[in-house]
């Protein structure tokens, strides 16, 4: 079920979170310059604190939206 809902939402070049933050529910959401995503000060502490937090990084990271792939794969789901 969770799945065909982010089969449903178009799959745009916008990278990861662009497609995140166009998912149905998350309109309270916005996109924030990556920059800020990357620079150390604003992580602290969250390595500790999140599984597989590298992993998570680097599909936030993305310049790609996932596609059905992606969302069929649990190990993605997983970090999602």
Do not use: T
Request: hydrophobic share 35%.
């Amino acid at each position: 079920l969770v799945i065909r809902m982010f089969e449903s939402e178009s799959s745009s070049d916008g990278g990861w979170i662009s497609w995140f933050c166009d998912l149905e529910g998350h309109e309270f959401f916005c996109e924030i310059d990556l920059d800020y995503i990357k620079d150390s000060f604003n992580l602290y502490g969250l390595k500790e604190r999140i599984p597989k937090f590298n992993e998570a990084m680097k599909m936030i990271m993305s310049s790609e939206s996932p596609d059905s792939e992606d969302l069929n794969d649990q190990s993605f789901l997983e970090i999602y």
